[in-house]
C-alpha cells in the first residue's frame, strides 16, 4: 500500500522560513515526479511546485517563483519544499502526491495527473 506522509508545518511570522518534507512509503520515489500543491479555505486545490523523477527539472507557480524551493534526495525517498519570505497569503493545507506516470519527460502541474496524496501539512503565516 502507497502511503505519503507530508511535514514540518507550523505558524510562521510574515518574512519567515519553513521547510516541508514529504515522505514516500510502498512506493519508490526516485522513479517518478513529485508535486506540492495546496489549499487555502474556500478555494480550489493548486499547483505550487514539482521536481522531475531525475530532479534535472523543477517548475513553480509564478506566486512562489524566487521564495519556494523544491529538493529530492531520492536515497532517503523524501522531497523537500524549502519556503522562504512567507507571506499571508501563502498560508493553507500543503500536500505533496506522487506523479501517476514513471520516468515522465517533463515536469507536470496538472493536479489530475498526480495520485497518492497525502493528509497534508497546515501553514500558517501571521501578519
Known amino acids: 500500500q502507497v502511503q505519503t506522509v507530508e511535514s514540518g508545518g507550523g505558524l510562521v511570522q510574515a518574512g519567515g522560513s519553513l521547510r516541508l518534507s514529504c515522505a514516500a512509503f510502498?512506493?519508490?520515489?526516485?522513479?517518478?515526479?513529485v508535486g506540492w500543491f495546496r489549499q487555502a479555505p474556500g478555494k480550489e486545490r493548486e499547483f505550487v511546485a514539482a521536481i522531475k523523477w531525475n530532479g534535472m527539472s523543477t517548475d513553480y507557480a509564478g506566486s512562489v517563483k524566487g521564495r519556494f524551493t523544491i529538493s529530492r534526495d531520492n536515497a532517503k525517498n523524501t522531497v523537500y519544499l524549502q519556503m522562504n519570505r512567507l507571506l499571508p497569503e501563502d498560508t493553507a493545507v500543503y500536500y505533496c502526491a506522487t506523479d501517476r506516470l514513471q520516468w515522465r519527460v517533463a515536469v507536470t502541474t496538472i493536479r489530475d495527473e498526480y495520485d497518492y496524496w497525502g493528509q497534508g501539512t497546515q501553514v500558517t503565516v501571521s501578519s
Open positions: 510502498g512506493r519508490t520515489l526516485s522513479r517518478c515526479a
